[in-house]
């Protein structure tokens, strides 16, 4: 078997590893089939790993290529294992992150790789030029903005945005480096420069550089609230990055593998700006929650005017109410009381209440990571509510109850001038009566006091998220 | 010229394939955005085959040393997607499951306790 009679099967098995792909991701439209889905598109990668290893078979690479290929699978897999069996529900916002961060840089290392060759074999042609160093440059903005924003998570960095004198500046001029250092390659590449390979390389290195710093710089001025969009953004600049290395290979399944994820991150992106009602430009400029002028306007609005309430009290309400809407946030992910507030809806159901959780989009620190803490405390889906579906729901609540949620409940997002303004939020202050489970007045955020606390339909019970549902869970049960 | 035309192949995979991930994904309902992204983050650990193809073509240990780093970086990235994308689909249900067989007996005994007097 010669590598051009093997070469059209292997193929078409990356063609199928294609297929499947997009199959999984089309089964991805209802839980009850996602699972397939994710088995669907975990066998098209098996196929296309394996093709490709019986394509290098077939082709005779060297032992020591084997030895680069089998180890370092063995030992990136058992990383990959070991971190995703063991990870908790919580911290899913940092791994998606850092797995960002590695096909990020697995592709900018591609296209690294696919220059330095080419600049052995007497240069490249200009169309492969441009595609390795966007994939260079994407790539190694992904790696390293995936890493800050990962740190941002896990609270390693802090989750404020980070402004320094000169940042603005900065970024401007890693631009220009990384434009110029394009534009010479590519010259380079048609011949009307001619460049020395060592300089060529010492350009691509700058370009590198460039695009490192400029992943940090990007991050860092980005608010914690910000970071649904910034996880989707970072998914998105991945799948370029790994389509561009798949067009320096001129490789389909990688082509069309790229183009299938920097799809869903940019929709997701978008979905998640919408529902911040902001731009993604005005994301990415930052600033979001440290400004004067959000301090300046908190005031103590909100002090004085609030009202605290007793476990038992509170558990008198939710016990003989029709319908409670349970509204959770962060704070209940940071308590890890999903357990706690799902015990605490089905001794409610079991009364005969109606109980109903109202999921913001940017609930959690990523898309959608709200559904997947309930979903693993045991709750039920169809009771899970997307926000338009539950926000005339509250109308007729009786009782709500927010648990660690801050700024997506606050009616000040109704009114402009302010750090909310605009924003979509939960109608929460349309119930009847409404139970807030926090532990302090803190803010969230936005840095503004929530003005929901001082409604006078409003009771503080002033605990830890999963202490609190303890407390009105055996409330409930001595009822 | 002939150089732009041959770019013109992959391009137009490239862009149905976008068009083809738009169609699909907007249809995904938002509780299952998370699964969702990580399972797009497997699908981008394709680039494990390039980090293959980059350690075939190696011939200096710069070259073995950034394909090796590829290969850690990419099978991480495949391995450790498909298995927590899996562990968390896992846990979405349409009713609750053995758990609360045990929380049920616990209630329905406070509430015998609390009918008592």
């Known amino acids: 078997m010669s590598y051009d009679n093997v070469y059209p099967f292997v193929y078409l098995a990356w063609l199928a590893g294609a297929a499947c792909f997009v199959l999984g991701l089309h089964y991805m439209n209802s839980p009850a089939t996602a699972r397939n889905g994710n088995r669907l598109s975990a066998a098209g990668m098996t196929l296309a790993v394996g093709a490709t290893a019986v394509l290098l078979l077939v082709q005779g690479i060297d032992g020591l290529a084997w030895a680069v290929i089998v180890i370092g699978f063995l030992i990136g897999g058992a990383a990959g294992l070991a971190t995703a069996r063991t990870v908790p529900m919580t911290a899913m916002p940092q791994l998606v992150s850092v797995f960002n961060a590695v096909g990020g840089g697995a592709a900018a290392l591609v296209a690294i790789d696919d220059f330095l060759a080419h600049g052995e074999g007497g240069g490249a042609s200009v169309s492969t030029t441009l595609f390795v160093v966007l994939g260079v440059v994407i790539g190694s903005v992904t790696f390293s903005g995936s890493l800050i924003a990962s740190g941002k998570l896990q609270g390693v960095i802090s989750g404020k945005p980070i402004i320094f004198p000169g940042s603005r500046i900065l970024t401007i001029v890693l631009g220009l480096v990384a434009l110029f250092g394009t534009f010479g390659l590519v010259f380079s590449a048609t011949g009307t420069v001619v460049l020395d390979p060592l300089v060529a390389d010492v350009v691509l290195l700058a370009i590198i550089g460039a695009a490192l710093v400029f992943g940090v710089t990007m991050v860092l001025p980005i608010g914690g609230a910000d970071m649904p969009v910034v996880i989707s953004l970072l998914n998105a600049f991945t799948g370029t990055a790994a389509a561009m290395a798949g067009f320096v290979l001129d490789n389909p399944v990688l082509i069309i593998s790229g183009a299938l994820v920097g799809a869903s991150g940019g929709i997701l992106t978008k979905l998640m700006a919408d529902a911040m009602n902001r731009s993604i430009m005005n994301i990415m400029v930052g600033g979001f929650g440290g400004g004067d002028h959000a301090t300046a306007a908190a005031g103590g609005a909100a002090a004085g005017t609030v009202r605290a309430i007793g476990a038992d009290d509170a558990a008198i309400q939710l016990a003989y109410a029709q319908l409670v809407i349970i509204v959770p946030g962060y704070g209940l992910a940071v308590a890890q009381a999903q357990h706690a507030c799902r015990e605490l809806g089905e001794l409610l159901e079991e009364r005969g209440v109606t109980v109903e959780y109202a999921i913001h989009p940017v609930a959690g620190r990523m898309p959608g990571h709200m559904n997947v803490l309930l979903a693993e405390a045991n709750v039920p889906y169809p009771m899970l509510k997307e926000m338009e579906e539950v926000n005339p729901d509250f109308d007729r609540a009786d009782v709500v109850l927010v648990v660690g949620a801050n700024d997506v409940t606050n009616p000040a997002a109704r009114r402009p001038g302010n750090p909310v303004s605009g924003m979509p939020i939960l109608d929460v202050d349309h119930a009847k009566s409404i139970i807030v489970i926090k532990r302090s007045m803190g803010r969230g955020y936005a840095g503004i006091d929530n003005e929901l606390y001082a409604n006078p339909k409003t009771g503080m019970l002033f605990a830890d998220a999963k202490d609190g549902l303890a407390q009105l869970t055996s409330a409930v049960k001595a009822l | ?117």
């Open chain 2, 1 to 117: 010229m002939t150089e732009l035309t041959s770019l013109l192949y992959p391009i137009s995979v490239f862009v149905l394939a976008i068009l083809v991930g738009f169609e699909v994904i907007s249809k995904v309902p938002a509780t299952l955005h998370t699964p969702l992204m990580s399972g797009a983050n497997s699908i981008h650990g394709i680039v494990l085959v390039g980090g293959m193809f980059i350690a075939a073509s190696a011939h200096d240990p710069l070259a073995y040393t950034i394909a090796f780093v590829a290969m850690v970086f990419g099978a991480a990235n495949v391995v450790g997607g498909y298995v927590v994308t899996d562990r968390m689909l896992q846990m979405f249900r349409k009713k609750p499951v053995a758990p609360k067989a045990g929380t049920e007996g616990a209630t329905g005994a406070s509430r015998g306790q609390g009918s008592r007097p």
